[in-house]
């Protein structure tokens, strides 16, 4: 008998969308309809939109490389209704009055926390990376080992509302150059007290948010997005945003109610039933909101 070695099981990007009925029904997936998702990571929502009615087309967007291969296999057998584009959805150029809905999955995808190397998650020892676009230069490490003690403990309170900010930021700038995300998780938990340090959530879980956002600038991109996303919708059509932290969502609530050609459907967001938590924790965080897009009134120049 010949010896097998074991095989290490790839991390793939997870299929599991979340609020899945909530989404189709809240974008009115119609046949002949045409969508676009800026985020499509694994393909989850954009199968479904896919499959919601005959004839649907879609443009897929996802700045990560992985994303995009992962997607065009999920997505192989819907053949020419499927177009990919490589693109941040802030740096997307949104064709005017284009698509019958737009969607944005804010969540971290399953595949960024599970695969080390990306340096997502301090589950794994992996360099402290956290780019989601990896053709650019800025870094988690970067971030961590080079910006002062001030930026530090600012950033950690606004993007990660870590109260215990400015300590934790004071023991990084002592024991830098970090190199993995397990020496700075380590860091962390050993800078906050003992009753916060073996807390339900881990001490250091509020500064990778933290460090997430600021490397790939994702609240600004997220204002940016939801400036432009509505011109490349018809008159009637749907932006649906999914987010997952109170960030985000006070973005979002705050980016579509001010914008002046769309009406807000959702006085509070949606969110998942709890037979859906129970079969995917990740939605327990999910918050859903939609708006449509209104016909212009009387007004002759674009």
């Given at each position: 008998m010949t010896k097998t070695s074991p095989t290490i099981e790839e991390p793939i990007f997870s299929h599991l969308p979340v609020l899945p009925q909530e989404v189709i029904t809240g974008l009115v997936v119609r046949p002949g309809g045409r969508y676009l998702d800026v985020t499509v990571g694994g393909g989850g929502?954009?199968?479904?939109?896919?499959?919601?009615?005959p004839d649907v087309r879609l443009t897929a967007v996802d700045q990560?490389?992985?994303?995009?291969?992962?997607?065009?296999?999920?997505?192989?057998?819907f053949g020419e209704q499927v177009k990919f584009v490589r693109s941040n959805f802030a740096a997307y150029e949104f064709p005017v009055a284009s698509f019958d809905g737009v969607l944005a999955d804010l969540g971290v995808s399953s595949y960024h926390l599970d695969t080390p190397?990306?340096?997502f998650s301090f589950r794994h020892q992996a360099s402290l990376d956290m780019r989601m676009d990896q053709r650019q230069s800025l870094s988690a490490a970067d971030v961590i080992n080079d910006w002062d003690e001030v930026e530090l403990a600012n950033i950690f309170f606004k993007y990660g509302e870590e109260?215990?900010?400015?300590?934790?930021?004071?023991?990084?700038v002592e024991k830098r150059p970090f190199h993995t995300t397990t020496e700075l998780a380590e860091a962390i938990a050993s800078s906050v007290p003992p009753k916060y340090?073996?807390?339900?959530?881990?001490?250091?879980?509020?500064?990778?948010?933290?460090l997430r956002i600021v490397v790939n600038d994702e609240l600004k991109s997220l204002e940016t997005f939801i400036e432009k996303a509505p011109k490349a919708l018809v008159p009637g059509g749907r932006i649906a945003i999914i987010?997952?932290?109170?960030?985000e969502d006070r973005l979002v609530k705050h980016g579509l109610r001010n914008s002046p050609s769309l009406k807000v459907l959702t006085k509070k967001p949606i969110i998942a039933t709890e037979a859906e938590i129970a079969n995917n924790p990740r939605s327990r965080s999910a918050k859903l909101r939609i708006a449509e897009k209104q016909a212009e009134m009387g007004n002759t120049h674009g």
């Open positions: 929502h954009s199968r479904l939109i896919l499959e919601a009615a990560d490389g992985d994303a995009l291969t992962a997607a065009k296999k999920e997505l192989a057998e190397e990306r340096g109260r215990l900010s400015r300590r934790i930021a004071r023991r990084i340090r073996y807390a339900r959530i881990h001490p250091a879980t509020r500064v990778f948010q933290a987010s997952f932290h109170s960030l």
